[in-house]
Structure formats: structure tokens, C-alpha cells
């Protein structure tokens, strides 16, 4: 048999899933992590999930993972000694940057810059000029690049950064200084804006190629140094991939050459696992919400695929790479609910009790009241649930905490408990908006993916708010990021900028341009061991009304131009102008840049045969709960997930476990489970999807 394994680093857990690929049986396991070094917690999980599995390691040939090793190197500034070489009067590139201060008119009063990823000190100026067609307007004046190259040498630089003007309308000059950067600092990794991100504008080029060396050193450390015990405890051949910020994987190589790609790749694991199981139930169109501990995490499927944004931030850097559009607001199982003396007016979050001391319920220490308390004091967290199998909730302890809000607002514990739900349902409600309607969809046209620790527990109540039905909860909810590194596929991209409006440029310019980059971006993937006719290639095109500087990404194909021209690309985008904006101008059209991205196949996983005994959901009761929701008690019927079988119906009110997530079904709703294994919950006056 063979197996496929995929691994998902957190903060506070590493979440393994183990899919054996001839029938899509899988198990998971949870351990925690360790963040000086996060590959000891991969390959103590790998050794626990083959030992609870009883899965001989030799049978696991790929290992697909979700890391934070470079958003960690950011976050704490423990990235490399970075120099930077720019074109002669750019050295201030990074410190000006685009002159933004964030806090609005008086938001300079307060602000603090963070320091620079290649300091000043470390930045040197090539004598050297490409002109903005390419032609180059002054030679390079190599004798001088040695010298500064010398002084970074001795100052001890990690890693060299070599951005120049309008280097990626030509990359001849910066060609030739990394030349001389092998002579002079050998072993020394080199980073060419033109190779990392070839499209205009300096700043976001060269900031975007700067935290590209920044991270490489420890990432390229990182990545060899558990491929090579992948190798030594699995098998030689095994296969290690990393899952970028886009949603796609990098093979360990290219994941070590241009670690810029994986800045998010965590979020973006647990929307690869939702388009996994959402398309084989039949939903292409779906919003995903990610419930942690700290913060929900929001985004948008259309037609199978994530809406990429072509930014990428993590703290106050923000990069020119591609990233699942996934938006973040602070409401989570473990934020916090307090009642300012001033207001009396109950508040919930952004601040969250973490880990440690975690939730009062969690009987580490806690004391304040949060969401999680909250649900426990309503029942929608049973005492005979033990979160990740481990330890049991106290009611006790969550109702003392919840107490002291009800005190505070002169309202019952009750009251106090609904309340601190329902404003955290709002403040996710408001982030699911945030990428529907305020993006120009309508919620009514999309399923709900509810997922995470918590997820399932508010995402009933989320459907009712945005009316988008059925809400699904997939299987193994809480390990979903896993999932999605298990099943996603191999990705990769090529860009060019060109600037150049419609009416200016022949259609036979673009589709041979397109043409180019299809024919790069396959030979990158070639030379990642997948085959040409294996692979799938669509292309992107950036336009917007000219003099403007927003962009929208379209879908665009060099046949289809050639042979209609680039009349359809203007009406395709006045279209999703009118639909996004509500309007559409009668200005010219400017081609900014055109992008190739190919992808590998699919893997090819069996569908895990249908599981439960029979119809009766009374097979997998184990028990019942009292709930109060809206103001009134119920009793909800307690179900074991792992015996439901397809197709089986469950009325709300009902709350069913698993190992690590539980799921409530309101009372006026129902579920049922689809052949996939996804739970869909709809309002009870709903028919029952065929």
C-alpha cells in the first residue's frame, strides 16, 4: 500500500493525517509543537501516527507540509544578515518605500518604522543604468561593484539581495554582479529580483526579493535538514513538498530557492482541504471559515478554485507574491469577553487567552470568561467531550468565569453566556462580508465550510446570519489544514510586465508573449520530476482603465487571443469592473502584466468507503445534553460522527463529537451526511439535497 502524509505546523499544535491512497482510509494525530525547532515535532508525529496506525514508515512516499519557519523568521527577526545591491541613487529604496504612514492624518505622531530587513549600512550602489524599455543607458561599472561586494563580504553578510532599476525588462546587469558575487562571497545564496518577482515597480521588487533572502538560509536549512531524515527514518525516495502561500505545493528545492512563495501557506493549507472535500461533494462555490483558538480565518471558492491575491503580508512586510485571499479578524475559542466600567456594554475579543492558561474551562489557571467558557456554560461543549481526547471541559470553572460578565451587565449567567456568543458570531459574520458582499458576491449563492477547533460549533449560527446553506462541516474538521496539505498539487508561476494600453498592442505580441511564459513555467515544473503531459497551464492577464492603479486579474488564453484579438479582454473586464464597483468607464484599457501558472495532476486518492451501520442515526447516539439557545432550553441528542453512515438525517437539536472538533446543529435545522463524509446542515423547512 502507499501512503501519502501531510503535516501542518501551528503555534500550538502539529496536526499529522496519514491517507492510504488505494482506498482513502486515514488517520490522524495530533503533537505538540516545538517552535525552536519545528522539524522535531514533525518526526515525533510521523513516529506516533505510524505507531497508532500500525503503518510500516517505509510505506509513506510523499510528504506534504505547511510551515511558519519563514513567517516566523519575519515575525521575530531572526532572519539572515541581509546586504543589498541597487542601482546608484537607490539606496533609500526600502526606507522611503511608498511614503505610507498607517493611522490616518495624525498617524505620524505615533508611528515607530520597523527596521529595515537589509539595513542601510549593508546596501551598496552599482554604478549602472537599464533604461524602462531595456536598453541599457549606462554600463556597469563592474570595478565598483567588487569593492562594495568586498565590504559585504567582511561585514559578515548571510545573504545577497540584487534588485536594480528596470531589471526586469532586462537582467543582463544583474546577471553579471551575481557573477561576481560567486567570485568574491562563494557559499553566499544570491537573490535577483528579476528571477523572484520580474514585474515593475522597484519598492515592492525589492522588498519582496530582500525578505526572499532574509528567510532563505534558515528555510534552505530547514527543508534539507528534514528531507534528509525523511530519508533516513522513511524511505530513500521519499518525496517532501511544501505548501506555498497560494494554495499549491513547491517541491523541498524550489521551496529552498524562493522561500518568499511560502510566507502563508498554513491558512492556505485549510482552504486546499476544503476545496478537496466541498468539489467532490459538489459545491464549487464556497465560503471557508477557519475557527482557531486566537482568530477566524475567512475566504472565498469560486468554481473549485481560491480567490489569490497577488500580496502576501505577514506583520508590517508586505511582499509581491501570490496568497489565498484569506481574511483575519480577532474572534476565537479562546477570546476573551470583558465589560468596560465605562460603556457596561459587553465586549469580546480581539485579545485571547491562548494556550496558556488557555480558556477557565481548560482547568490550566484561566479565570477570565471566553467564547469557549461561554459555549460550555450553554452546552453546546458537553463534559463528557475531552478536547483531542486528552482532557475533559469543567463547567464548573467556565461558569464562575462567565459569572462575573453577568454580574458586571446585571443579566443572568445565561444572558451573559448567549451574549458573549453571539458577538463573536457577529465579528465572523463581518469578515465572511468582507470577502462576499463586499467583494460583489452574494452570500445566497455559496455553501458555508465551517472547520478548526471551533468552527463547527458557530457554523450553524453563521449560516443563519450570511443565508448561505448548506453549511458544511468535513470530515476531520479540526485537522483540515493537514488535509489540504495531503491533497493539493504541485504549482508553480511565470511574469512579465508590459504596460501597454489595447489599442497599442497586436494580439500576436500577447499570445506569443503568454506563449513565453507557458513555455517557462512548464519547464520549471519539468525540472520538478512532472511530466508535460501531465500538466495543466491557464493564463492570467492584469488590466485596469488607464491613469488608474487598480488592477483586476483576468483569465486569458493565447488561442482564444489569436484568433478574436484583445476586444473579449476589454469587455471581460468592464464586466467585473460593473460587477465588483457597480460601474464600468468609457477610459482605455492598459495591459500591466500577463502571468502563466501550471500545476500537476491531482493525486489520485480512492474514495474512503461509505462507514456506520445502516440508516438509524440511533446507532451513534451516546447520549443527550440540555442546551439554551434563544432564550429557551432544549435537549440536544449527542452523536458519535465516526457512526454515521451516508445519508443518514439528524434534527437539530444535536451536537455530535469527534476527536477534534464537535458540531452543533441548531434547533430548526437538520444534517446529513453526503458520500463524501461532510455533515451539510440546513434550516429543517429545507429539502433534503438528493
Known amino acids: 500500500m502507499s501512503y501519502r502524509l501531510g503535516v501542518d505546523v501551528g503555534g500550538t499544535f502539529t496536526d499529522l493525517l496519514l491517507m492510504d491512497e488505494s482506498n482513502g482510509e486515514s488517520f490522524i494525530a495530533k503533537v505538540p509543537s516545538t517552535p525552536s525547532d519545528p522539524s522535531v515535532a514533525v518526526l515525533d508525529g510521523i513516529d506516533r501516527i505510524c505507531r497508532s496506525s500500525g503503518v510500516d514508515p517505509s510505506g509513506i512516499h510523499s ?36 511614503s505610507f504612514v498607517p493611522g490616518g492624518l495624525g498617524g505620524w505622531v505615533v508611528f515607530n518604522k520597523g527596521e529595515l530587513l537589509a539595513p542601510l549600512e549593508l546596501t551598496i550602489e552599482a554604478d549602472e543604468r537599464i533604461g524602462a524599455r531595456g536598453e541599457v543607458v ?113 517541491t523541498s528545492q524550489s521551496a529552498a530557492q524562493a522561500p518568499v512563495n511560502m510566507l502563508l501557506s498554513g491558512p492556505a493549507g485549510g482552504v486546499a482541504g476544503a476545496i478537496w472535500f466541498c468539489s467532490r461533494g459538489g459545491f ?33 512586510i508586505a511582499v509581491r507574491a501570490p496568497s489565498v485571499d484569506v481574511r483575519t479578524v480577532g474572534a476565537g475559542g479562546g477570546s476573551i469577553a470583558f465589560v468596560p466600567e465605562l460603556t457596561r456594554a459587553l465586549r469580546v475579543g480581539p485579545e485571547s487567552a491562548g494556550a496558556v492558561p488557555g480558556p477557565a474551562a481548560y482547568g490550566h489557571g484561566g479565570a477570565q470568561a471566553t467564547v469557549t467558557d461561554a459555549n460550555v456554560v450553554l452546552g453546546y461543549l458537553p463534559a463528557t467531550q475531552k478536547l483531542g481526547g486528552d482532557f475533559q471541559m469543567r463547567h464548573d470553572l467556565a461558569a464562575a468565569a462567565v459569572q462575573k460578565i453577568a454580574d458586571a451587565m446585571g443579566v443572568s449567567l445565561l444572558e451573559a453566556a448567549e ?117 495543466q497551464v491557464n493564463w492570467q492577464a492584469d488590466v485596469r482603465y488607464q491613469g488608474q492603479a487598480l488592477l483586476l486579474t483576468l483569465e486569458i488564453d493565447p488561442a482564444h487571443v489569436r484568433a478574436h484579438g484583445l476586444g ?47 440508516l438509524d442515526p440511533q446507532a451513534a447516539v451516546i447520549g443527550a445534553q440540555a442546551i439554551h439557545y434563544a432564550g429557551r432550553n432544549h435537549e440536544a441528542t449527542i452523536y458519535d460522527r465516526a457512526g454515521l453512515a451516508p445519508k443518514r438525517r439528524l434534527d437539530g437539536p444535536a451536537i455530535v463529537f469527534e476527536l477534534d472538533s464537535t458540531t452543533l446543529i441548531l434547533p430548526g435545522h437538520h444534517a446529513i451526511v453526503d458520500e463524501v463524509g461532510n455533515l451539510l446542515i440546513r434550516p429543517g423547512t429545507q429539502e433534503i439535497a438528493a
Open 63 to 98: 510528504v506534504m507540509h505547511g510551515t511558519t519557519v519563514a513567517t516566523n523568521a519575519i515575525l521575530t527577526r531572526r532572519g539572515a544578515r541581509v546586504g543589498l545591491v541597487t542601482t546608484r541613487g537607490y539606496k533609500q529604496v526600502l526606507h522611503i518605500a511608498r
Open 419 to 535: 451574549g458573549i456568543v453571539r458577538i463573536a458570531n457577529e465579528h465572523m459574520y463581518g469578515a465572511l462580508r468582507l470577502i462576499s458582499v463586499e467583494q460583489g458576491y452574494d452570500p445566497r449563492d455559496f455553501a458555508l465550510c465551517a472547520f478548526g477547533g471551533a468552527g463547527p460549533l458557530h457554523g450553524n449560527a453563521l449560516g443563519i446570519l450570511m443565508n448561505a446553506w448548506p453549511v458544511i462541516v468535513p470530515p476531520g474538521p479540526g485537522v483540515l489544514c493537514a488535509y489540504g496539505d495531503a491533497t493539493t498539487r504541485i504549482k508553480d508561476e511565470a511574469s512579465r510586465s508590459l504596460v501597454r494600453r489595447l489599442s497599442e498592442i497586436t494580439a500576436e505580441e500577447v499570445a506569443d508573449a503568454l506563449e513565453q511564459l507557458g513555455d517557462a513555467v512548464r519547464a520549471s515544473l519539468a525540472g520538478q520530476d512532472i511530466a508535460l503531459d501531465q500538466q
Open 138 to 250: 549606462r554600463e556597469l561599472d563592474e570595478d565598483g561593484v567588487r569593492s562594495g561586494l568586498r565590504m559585504l563580504r567582511e561585514a559578515g553578510v548571510e545573504a545577497l539581495t540584487i534588485c536594480l532599476v528596470n531589471a526586469y525588462r532586462n537582467a543582463a546587469h544583474e546577471q553579471r554582479i551575481a557573477r561576481v558575487a560567486a567570485e568574491i562571497m562563494p557559499g553566499v545564496p544570491v537573490s535577483l529580483s528579476s528571477e523572484v518577482v520580474p514585474e515593475m515597480q522597484e519598492y515592492e521588487r525589492a522588498e519582496t526579493t530582500v525578505v526572499n533572502s532574509y528567510v532563505r538560509p534558515q528555510v534552505a536549512h530547514y527543508v534539507q535538514h528534514l528531507q534528509e531524515e525523511l530519508q533516513r527514518r522513511l524511505r530513500p525516495d521519499v518525496r517532501l513538498a511544501i505548501l506555498r502561500s497560494d494554495g499549491g505545493l513547491a
Open 568 to 614: 473579449g479582454l476589454a469587455m471581460a473586464f468592464d464586466a467585473e469592473h460593473e460587477r465588483q464597483f457597480t460601474f464600468s468607464l468609457s477610459e482605455a484599457h492598459e495591459l500591466v502584466g500577463l502571468r502563466a501558472i501550471a500545476r500537476a495532476p491531482r493525486p489520485s486518492i480512492a474514495d474512503k468507503a461509505a462507514e456506520g451501520s445502516g
Open 284 to 316: 464549487p462555490k464556497v465560503l471557508t471559515c477557519d475557527v482557531g483558538g486566537t482568530s477566524t480565518d475567512v475566504a472565498l471558492i469560486d468554481d473549485g478554485h481560491a480567490r489569490v491575491r497577488r500580496e502576501t503580508r505577514v506583520g508590517d
